[in-house]
T-cell receptor
C-alpha cells in the first residue's frame, strides 16, 4: 500500500522561529490534507491542498503532486502551534480513504 | 454550521464487554469514516459508510462493526473488547465521499479505555 512519511518526527522551536514540515508519499494520490492535532486529540483541518500553494495567516502549504511531496510552513511560531501535525493523502479505490502520515510532533517553547 | 459530534467523549470498559460509539456528521454530509488512533499504530482506517452502506473496511477483525442511519448518523460497535482496543476513535464526515469532493472533517473523538 501507499507509504506516507513525514519529517522531522520531532521538532523543538523557540517562539518566533520559522519551520518547514515535509510529507512524502510513495504513490499518486487524489488529494492531500494537513491537520493539527491538539492536546485533546481533535484533528483540525489546516489545508486541503491537492496541488499548488495556499496560505492562511502564518501557515502556508505547498503540494507538488508530480514529485509526491507536500510542505507545511509555519512562520513566527507561537506556543499554541504545539501539537502533532499530520498530513493525510486521499486514495480512491472504489471508495475514499485517508492514509495518514507518521506525524511531526512540534513543541514551541516561550 | 455545527461540526462533527461524537458521543460519548470518554468511556471505560472491561475486557469482554462490548461498546457502541456514535458519530453525527456535518449537516448535508453523507459519508462517514471511522479511524482508530493508538500510540503504536498511529491513525488507521476502520471503515466508511455512505448512504447507509458500508463501502469498505480496513484490516480490523470482525469484532469491529458499524452502521449508518438514514440521517447519515453512524455508530461503531466493538464486541468482546480486548486491552489492545484502548484507543482514540475518530470519525470524519465528507460531503459526498467520492473523488471530486473528499475533504474530510473530524469529530473530537471518543477515548476508549479497556481495563
Amino acid at each position: 500500500g501507499i507509504q506516507v512519511e513525514q519529517s522531522p518526527p520531532d521538532l523543538i522551536l523557540q517562539e518566533g522561529a520559522n519551520s518547514t514540515l515535509r510529507c512524502n508519499f510513495s504513490d499518486s494520490v487524489n488529494n492531500l490534507q494537513w491537520f493539527h492535532q491538539n492536546p485533546w486529540g481533535q484533528l483540525i483541518n489546516l489545508f486541503y491542498i491537492p496541488s499548488g500553494t495556499k496560505q492562511n495567516g502564518r501557515l502556508s502549504a505547498t503540494t507538488v503532486a508530480t514529485e509526491r511531496y507536500s510542505l507545511l510552513y509555519i512562520s513566527s511560531s507561537q506556543t499554541t502551534d504545539s501539537g502533532v501535525y499530520f498530513c493525510a493523502v486521499t486514495i480512491f479505490t472504489g471508495f475514499q480513504k485517508l492514509v495518514f502520515g507518521t506525524g511531526t510532533r512540534l513543541l514551541v517553547s516561550p | 454550521k455545527a461540526g462533527v459530534t461524537q458521543t460519548p467523549r470518554y468511556l471505560i470498559k472491561t475486557r469482554g464487554q462490548q461498546v457502541t460509539l456514535s458519530c453525527s456528521p456535518i449537516s448535508g454530509h453523507r459519508s462517514v469514516s471511522w479511524y482508530q488512533q493508538t500510540p503504536g499504530q498511529g491513525l488507521q482506517f476502520l471503515f466508511e459508510y455512505f448512504s447507509e452502506t458500508q463501502r469498505n473496511k480496513g484490516n480490523f477483525p470482525g469484532r469491529f462493526s458499524g452502521r449508518q442511519f438514514s440521517n447519515s448518523r453512524s455508530e461503531m460497535n466493538v464486541s468482546t473488547l480486548e486491552l489492545g482496543d484502548s484507543a482514540l476513535y475518530l470519525c470524519a464526515s465528507s460531503l459526498e465521499g467520492g473523488v471530486l469532493d473528499n475533504e474530510q472533517f473530524f469529530g473530537p473523538g471518543t477515548r476508549l479505555t479497556v481495563l
